[in-house]
């Protein structure tokens, strides 16, 4: 609704007594009724049983024996607990990968990000031992890219476009990663 700019007296003294009339239906409400709403209020807030979830104890890790050392070599100092291949996601990074992580600063493209762009350009197969997340699965052991010719027939190119035996077709199962 557009707002009337000339208003003369009899409608601004109108408005006035609107607005009053309002605010005093508002203050009998809340004299009558506000006592009740904060009482509901809370009641609901007291019967809200915040959400508290069991603390994780850390799991210890699994220590297998160690394999008895032959009595003639001298003993070294024990090394630190491999784990097993089942539970880690990737692969150890190659000594030389990581010794990129420790020459010069990302911020002039050295170190870390040099690092992370060795570790990018290699395909995920090597890098993990199965595919983490859903979306792995579609790149996983393609392999390098073929270039492919373009053909010079138009229809070929339509023809080896489309699936031609339907989008719901058996796939072959090197297909599959899991």
Not at 20 to 36: H, N
């Amino acid at each position: 609704m557009a707002r009337q700019l000339s208003m003369d007296t009899l409608q601004q003294n109108f408005w006035k007594e609107e607005f009053l009339k309002e605010k005093m239906v508002r203050c009998r409400w809340y004299r009558k009724y506000g006592s009740m709403v904060k009482a509901k209020q809370k009641a609901k807030a007291a019967a809200r049983i915040p959400l508290k979830l069991p603390a994780l104890q850390p799991q210890a890790p699994v220590i297998s024996p160690p394999p008895p050392a032959p009595k003639a070599a001298p003993s070294k100092a024990p090394s630190p607990v491999q784990e097993t291949p089942f539970q880690l996601e990737m692969y150890p990074v190659p000594p030389a990968t990581r010794a990129l992580l420790y020459e010069g600063i990302s911020h002039d493209s050295q170190g870390r990000h040099r690092y992370l762009n060795a570790r990018k350009l290699e395909l995920p197969e090597k890098r993990y031992f199965f595919p983490i997340t859903t979306s792995f699965t579609y790149g996983w052991q393609l392999g390098t890219p073929v270039k492919q010719e373009l053909v010079s027939c138009k229809m070929c190119r339509i023809e080896s476009f489309f699936r031609k035996n339907g989008a719901f077709a058996l796939l072959d199962p090197r297909d599959l990663a899991l």
